[in-house]
């Protein structure tokens, strides 16, 4: 698995210090299923997220930003309760970025901003 720093280029302010990318469909299916909280370092990227992001089995609200192909901010959603499903209704977001609740508002990050994504280790 990859793991990345994500950077919001706007305000040069991190996002996660910590971000697990998952591209095969368990490790995006699973998530972060059963966990109770996060801490504020961490994240998770699913890529690809097409067909929406859920958050059965999690015991936590997160943050969602939903990214397009450029790593633009298409679709935010602070604050996401546990049990729910999000599709979003752009057709241009294809990535999307798992965060602990508050993280977002905290970091300012909003739609039409661009994420850089720093790939640090594999294992």
Not at 31 to 43: C, I, K, Q, S
Not at 55 to 64: A, K, Q, R, S
Not at 73 to 85: D, G, Q
Request: proline residues 7%; glycine residues 6%; hydrophobic residues 50%.
């Amino acid at each position: 698995m990859w793991w990345a720093k994500v950077i919001t280029l706007r305000t040069g302010k991190v996002l996660c210090e910590r971000c697990a990318i998952a591209t095969s469909y368990w490790l995006r299916l699973r998530g972060w299923m059963f966990r109770r909280n996060l801490a504020p370092e961490e994240g998770l990227l699913l890529a690809p997220a097409i067909g929406g992001v859920h958050t059965f089995f999690l015991f936590c609200p997160i943050d969602v930003a939903y990214l397009d192909r450029r790593c633009k901010v298409v679709a935010l959603w602070s604050a996401m309760p546990p049990w729910r499903v999000w599709i979003p209704r752009q057709r241009d977001a294809l990535l999307a970025l798992e965060l602990p609740s508050g993280r977002l508002p905290e970091t300012q990050t909003q739609i039409g901003d661009r994420l850089e994504i720093v790939l640090v280790a594999w294992c």
